[in-house]
């Protein structure tokens, strides 16, 4: 058995040597921060500011963002804007391919952003304004959010994100809040002070973060988007049924764990 796990260890190895070699070559920039807060307004639309810091190793030419919008009305035109440390510059919005500008490209799902900034070897914060409309939802019992924040359009893994959410009420005391991502995040609810953060120390590439927030209607009393039923007791079930698929994920990883470790030698 001593020998088998130790052949396993040493495949396991090779493998990862292998794909570390090749993950050198291939990514020039590591994604070093994720910020993004969303000013939820009365009205149910919300104004989101996106901070992105990348740490680029040799010349890059752009980078691309593409911002998930299944489940909400759209956006508008962003307003993105690059500091290298010598003071923030608004890039310009059109589909020159020249340097500093920003091509727009929309469909039903998706709004895609292809930044063209030259850079040699440096670290850049990009950032994204812009509003988003139908980010909510009211219902006649419950308001709802229900939206990818971080889509899985990412093929470079995140680093240190964080995602608040504010809402233009305090004291909310019937705000509840769900994360669907990766088991190792945190989900802080602040009712006082009508807020969600989520943090998540990595995102690996291609994997999505969603938040899904309930609160009183009259938190977005000004909101259009309504729908004429009830969905508090539905949504409360769903997420209960996550919750324990959730939980039985993390026991069956903590069960492996303690196998592994207890393998005779």
Same mark, same amino acid.
């Given at each position: ?31 070093? +921060? ?31 963002? +593409? ?16 500091? *290298? ?14 340097? &500093? ?10 709004? &895609? ?41 990412? &093929? ?9 959410? +504010? ?25 006082? +002070? ?33 729908? *004429? ?37």
């Amino acid at each position: 058995m001593k020998k088998l796990v130790g052949l396993l260890f040493a495949f396991l190895a090779i493998f990862l040597a292998l794909q570390t070699t090749t993950d050198v070559k291939a990514d020039k920039f590591t994604v070093k +921060n994720y910020d993004v807060t969303v000013d939820i307004k009365k009205d149910g639309n919300a104004d989101l500011t996106q901070k992105i810091v990348y740490d680029f190793q040799g010349d890059y030419h752009g980078v691309y963002y +593409n911002q998930d919008l299944k489940g909400i009305k759209g956006a508008s035109d962003p307003v993105v804007t690059y500091n *290298n440390g010598a003071g923030a510059k608004t890039l310009v919005n059109n589909d020159s391919n020249q340097n &500093d500008t920003v091509k727009v490209t929309r469909t039903d799902n998706s709004m &895609d952003m292809k930044v063209y900034h030259a850079v040699d070897s440096e670290m850049v914060t990009y950032t994204y304004k812009y509003q988003l409309y139908g980010v909510i939802t009211n219902y006649l019992d419950t308001a709802e959010l229900n939206w990818k924040i971080i889509g899985n359009g990412w &093929d470079n893994d995140l680093n240190n994100i964080k995602l608040t959410l +504010n809402f233009p009420e305090k004291n909310i005391t019937q705000l509840q809040a769900w994360t669907h991502g990766p088991l190792a995040g945190h989900t802080e609810v602040d009712k006082k +002070n009508g807020q969600v953060v989520m943090t998540l120390d990595e995102l690996p590439a291609n994997q999505s973060v969603e938040s899904h927030v309930i609160f009183p209607t009259t938190v977005t009393a000004d909101n259009k988007n309504v729908v *004429n039923k009830k969905a508090k007791a539905r949504i409360l079930a769903a997420e209960k049924s996550k919750a324990e698929a959730a939980n039985a994920r993390r026991q069956r990883e903590k069960n492996f764990y303690w196998i592994m470790m207890r393998l005779p030698e």
